[in-house]
Nanobody
């Protein structure tokens, strides 16, 4: 059984930074991709950043130029460095990992951007 453990969420003022981490524990043969989505109440979950193995990183338009996704394959961990945060970035952020035909989601971590 694979579990994802997220950390790094919190409250920050506009213009501030946060770094989210997501570690995958369990038996994963070969990761295809890891990434992040976010969700606000009453809205659908939306993609933020996606880092596939051996292919190009993808960012949502809202994340381009401000967010950076990275992976440590030795630790099965994905990171999301978020800079120049805006109030509209407030959401619950969920990480995911895909391998073979499986996808597992993290429990979510709250990010609040407010003055």
């Amino acid at each position: 059984q694979v579990q994802l453990v997220e950390s790094g969420g919190g409250s920050v003022q506009p213009g501030g930074s946060l770094r989210l981490s997501c570690a995958a524990f369990g038996s994963i043969s070969s990761i295809n991709a890891m990434g992040w989505y976010r969700q606000v109440p009453g809205k659908e979950r939306e993609p933020v950043a996606h880092i596939p193995t051996g292919s190009r990183i993808n960012y949502a338009d809202s994340a381009k130029g401000r967010f950076t996704i990275s992976r440590d394959n030795t630790k099965n961990t994905v990171y999301l460095q978020m800079n120049s945060l805006k109030p509209e970035d407030t959401a619950v952020y969920y990480c995911y990992v895909t391998w073979s035909a499986h996808t597992v989601w993290g429990q979510g971590t709250q990010v609040t951007v407010s003055s």
